[in-house]
Structures are given as C-alpha cells and as structure tokens.
C-alpha cells in the first residue's frame, strides 16, 4: 500500500498517514551496558536495589545489589528491544548470593512488556536462582513471546530477601537474544491530533517503535504498521425517528427509515397441521391430534408437516377403540399414548416414520389432555371414574382394581362437574402429583395431591383448597409457580397462609395473607364388631402445633359429632387425656387453625366394648 512522502509546510487531517522523508534509526538489538561497564548508565533502580562495584569470585562485575534486611529491587534496563508479536526473545542474567543461606535470598531475570503510550502490558519471570552458597554463580534465564499490542519490552534482574536476613545478593551480566536489529516492516506514520493542522519546516525526529508519537508543529504523529487495513463499519439499515404506520396485511411492506420491514405471520403455515391443543413432544417431532388420527411433523422442524417420509401421521381411527376423535397424548416409558373417550392405544414413536408401531390398545379412556403427567415411569390420567394410571390400568384392562386415585373418586367425580378443565403436573422436588380443578365465583381452585412416601409403596392423598383460580403452572428449578391472572403465586412450605390480593375500600388493592387451616377427618370405624358400643374413655395425641378434637357418635344422624375442643400437640407426656363416649362406631376429626406450623403422627383411642362379644 503506498503512501504519499511527508511533505513541510502542509496541512495535514486527523487520520492522514504519510512515509518519512528519512527513516528513522534501526532499534537495538542488544541492551546497553549490560555488564555495567559504564557504571549505572542506561539502568533504572527501584526498591531496594542499587549500583554497586562488587566483584564476584569469577571476576565479574555484578554491580546490582540489594543490602540484607531490604524486601525486593529491581534493576531495569533502559534500552527498548522490539520483538514482533508471536516472536519470542530470550533473556539472561546471574546471580550471586555470597553468604546467604539457601532459600534466604534469590534473583532471576525479568521482561518487561509495553504497548502504546509506554503502557505495561505484561512482566514475564525467568527461573529464580535461590542457592548459591559459598559464593558460586548460577544463570536465570526467560523466554517470553510478545504478546498483542506490544510495541516493545525492557529487561531487567529482580532481587529478593527475606525480613530477617542480613546478607547482600548480587545480580549483574544481562544479555538478550531474539531482538530486532531492523526497523518494523513498512513503518508508517498516522496524524492523530484532534484537529487539522500544519506540519513543520523541518522533518521530525521520527520514533522507530510501534505506538510511539512525535510531535511536528500542529500535527502529532504516531508510528504504525502501513500494511494493516481499517475497516469502518457503517449500518445498512437504521430505524427513523418514530414508530412507523404499521400494517396487518401478511406480506405486507412499511417503510422505516432506511428499512423496509415485511409483515410475517407467527403460526405454522403448513396446511397439514391440524392447529389443535393436544400436543406432545416426543422423538425429535411435534404430535398433535387431528380429530381420529395423530399428525406429527418433520424431525426437528415443526414448521413441516407435510414432507414425505419424515411427516405424517398415525392412524389410531383404524385401529381398536377409534371411533372417538384424539383427545388427550401423554407419553409412557419414552411411547406415545393417544387417548380417546373409549381407550387409548400404546404406540412405538421413532425419528424414522417407518420404524413407529402399534403396540397395544386397551378400552380404557380419558377426555382430560391437561390433567395427564408422566410420574417416574408411570403416566397419570384422569378417567371418568377417577384418577388411573397406565402402568396398573394396562395390567388389570379395567379401572377397579385398586388404583392409586380410588380412594379419592367420590371427591374427584363431585370436582369434575365444574366447567373449568382441570389441570394436572408432576412437581419433581416434592415427589408428588397434583390434580387441580379451578373455578370461578367464587375463585378457588380444589388441588388433590398424590405424595410418594417410599419407593415401590403406596403413596398418600391429600386434599388443598386455594383462595384463586389457578389458570397455569409452570417450574422453574426447584420451584413450583402457579399464575391466576395478573398474580403469580410461588408454592413454599415455610409460609403459613396463601397470599391474596383483597380490596380494602382504598384505590389500589392491597396484598393479604389468607391463614391455611388443616382438616383431618376418619371414616366410621367400628373398632371391632359392629353394632356393638363401645366405651371411649380417653385418647392421646402426637404431633406439632395446637389442635382441636372432635368425636363422632352417630352415624346414623349425618354424622354427629362433639363440639371441638383444644389440646396440646403432644399429649403422651402425663395423663390420658378424658373423653368419655358410647358408640357402635367413632370417627375423629382434627383441626389445625394454620396460625402455625402444624403435623399429626399419631393418635391412639382407649376403649372397650359394653358387653361381651359373641
């Protein structure tokens, strides 16, 4: 690239680059008075480091010194070696620790690396020679690559002492090998002062290293590279100053500032796919139930639905169970599930359409796509009977045979008549899976949650009412987040109420915090043979949190029961605790206010029958 001749006299722009009339003078290729021949000449000291005229045993001059008792020097030589970036320059020194003991004292070699504007950029450290007893002589030596942006180095030797040493430590004979003797290729010179100006009559004294400025007159150069290239990036498209008129048409154009801007529709395109709601996700391809049959798209493209050999569809409506359309999918053990009203059939899914297979259809059915959750390796459904699994329905083909949700279907059935689906998820931290059926007027949602205890056991039921309706859910984490309406609602187990917004007459509602009451309430039981009285005389308890205790003593009167009265939460310690009744059968009732922290373990009943048994 060839650049126009400095020129006296001229006016020159900020950026202008020109060539010298003279080139500057070639840098030093080994660093001056490296043997302190001249004494201190050329050498900067800091620290506790200083000339000196020792004289080693070999004759050498070290002449770089630090006195016992002084932490840390530095000698650092003044001549500026250039190194080209990615090359590497090796320096050396030695060092003498006269009577020091080993480890007291050391030395070693440094360089020193600077950019632009005599910025240090990096310190590179030879090896530290921290033995030399009895006066010998041992050599440090570094070799350092230039790194980035740097326009030169300088070296140096380092000394070092220990607090409570009171021996001197010599370092001296500093060579250099890898420098450039020459000038940088095709050096040039930038004007880089802030306005224009003129340059001088005279030529200036041009610097040799890269980064380095000169000043002529107005102008103030800096040396560079002449065969790097600068690039200037200018936009091709800025946005105006407003918000443009946009329109609504698909395919539409507007025009804003120096862009013009495409209306783009955001659903899939595709005339095959069926744009309903039930959706899974399963081997790469988007499932969607397409009124009797289950669409899918092209592997790892759901914008494609229509792709030979990669789309498609299954044809559930051909098979057992179909004449009901797909309303609900879930997956079971890495298959996909297709539910009807009927049934639902077990399908073998693969990246490769000829690889999916029927593997099994049973007629047991579920219209609740959103109630569905894949637990460990089970899938929860929600039949018309209850809540099933798919693991126990497929072994026993039929909904009666002890299932996880049977002891709660009176509750569910009575749930499901609310217009509202219900939404069903498994929430991985607490191992459990929650069934919720929200409603409005009033806004409440009635949640079951089915909790693992053990694995390869039975887990329990539990039943939650929230003070509003839950329309989504979603985790994040650990966390189980639940949204009802502009709110959205953190589940934690440390906090005693359900938090709501309520309106207190003022402008802005304001946050409230709704106390959450536990219930905990048996069946009849009829301790033994029925019809037969019983005598209660006393009971215990064994808990946390204060608790009030009610009995029931009539079956047969919808269910009667004792005004409730309060004990403590563990009544064991002491006394049993009085409670005389007579029934042919009991249920007890336990209520927790919520105003603490509360949990039941054990109650224990003492009773006896009024007359023999048979």
């Known amino acids: ?33 490296g043997e302190f021949t001249d004494g201190a000449n050329g050498w900067d000291f800091s620290g506790g480091a200083f000339y000196s005229g020792h004289v080693s045993k070999g004759g050498w001059r070290t002449c770089v010194e630090l006195p016992g008792n002084v932490a840390e020097g530095l000698a650092l030589n003044d001549t500026q070696l250039v190194v080209p970036v990615g090359k590497k320059i090796t320096a050396a020194c030695l060092i003498e620790q006269g009577a020091s003991i080993a480890g007291a004292t050391r030395g070693w070699v440094e360089v020193h690396w600077f950019g632009a504007g005599d910025t240090l950029l990096r310190v590179d450290k030879g090896n530290p020679v921290d033995d030399g007893s009895g006066g010998a002589v041992h050599r440090s030596t570094c070799v350092s690559t230039a790194p980035a942006g740097a326009s030169y180095c300088r070296t140096g030797i380092a000394l070092w002492s220990v607090a409570d040493h009171n021996h001197s430590v010599w370092g001296g004979n500093l060579w250099v090998e890898g420098a450039f003797s020459g000038l940088p290729a095709d ?35 800096e040396a560079i590279s002449a065969t790097r290239v600068e690039w200037k990036a200018e936009p091709l498209y800025v946005a105006g100053d ?46 969607c139930a397409d009124d009797d049959i289950v669409s899918y798209s092209a592997t790892v493209n759901p914008l494609d639905w229509s792709t030979t050999d990669d789309a498609g569809y299954l044809p559930t409506g051909l098979q057992n169970y179909g004449s009901n359309p797909v309303a609900a999918m879930g997956l079971y053990r890495g298959n996909l599930i297709p539910f ?46 209850g809540v099933r699994t798919v693991g126990i329905a497929a072994s026993s083909t039929n909904f009666q045979a002890g299932d996880v949700g049977m002891p709660i279907d009176p509750l569910v059935q009575a749930a499901m008549l609310g217009a509202i689906p219900p939404l069903g998820l498994y929430f991985p931290a607490a ?12 806004d409440r949602t009635e949640v079951f949650v089915y909790t693992m205890t053990r694995i390869g056991q039975v887990g329990a039921w539990s039943r939650y009412v929230f003070p509003f309706a839950v329309e989504d859910w979603a985790i994040a984490g650990d966390a189980l987040y639940l949204r009802s309406g502009d709110l959205v609602h953190r589940v934690d187990d440390s906090v005693l109420g359900d938090e709501i917004l309520a309106d207190m007459g003022g402008e802005l509602p304001v946050r409230d915090v709704l106390p959450f009451p536990g219930l905990i309430r048996w069946p009849w039981l009829d301790f033994g043979q029925p019809g037969v009285t019983k005598l209660l005389y006393g009971f215990d308890i064994v808990g946390t949190g204060a608790v009030s205790v009610s009995f029931g003593i009539d079956q047969t009167n919808g269910g009667l029961f004792t005004p409730g009265f309060v004990v403590p939460a563990d009544t064991v310690p002491g006394m049993v605790i009085p409670m005389p009744l007579a029934a042919p059968s009991l249920a007890v009732e336990l209520r927790y206010d919520g105003s603490e922290r509360w949990q039941w373990n054990a109650i224990q009943l003492y009773l006896q029958d009024s007359r023999p048994m048979a």
């Open 340 to 385: 009807n009203a009927e049934a639902f059939q077990l399908w073998q899914v693969d990246e490769d359409p000829a690889s999916m297979a029927l593997l099994d259809a049973l007629p047991m059915g579920s219209t609740q796509h959103h109630a569905m959750a894949a637990v460990s390796n089970d899938l929860f459904f929600l039949a018309s009977q």
């Open 431 to 442: 191992g459990q899976y929650w069934l919720m059926f929200p409603q409005h007027e009033p």
């Open 187 to 221: 050096l040039a010179y930038k004007a880089v002062q802030a306005e224009s100006g003129f340059s001088d009559s005279n030529e200036p004294a041009w610097p040799p290293l890269l980064g380095q400025t000169v000043v002529d007159n107005e102008v103030t150069w």
């Open 242 to 287: 407003t918000e443009p008129e946009w329109v609504e048409d698909i395919g539409g154009l507007v025009k804003d500032g120096t862009a013009t801007l495409r209306t783009i529709s955001r659903r899939v395109e595709d005339p095959k796919c069926p744009n309903t709601k039930i959706v899974a996700i399963v081997a790469s391809k988007v499932f």
């Open 1 to 33: 690239m060839a650049y126009p001749t400095w020129q006296p006299g001229t006016l020159y722009q900020p950026g202008d680059i020109v060539v010298p009339i003279t080139m500057p003078a070639p840098t030093s290729a080994v660093v001056v008075n």
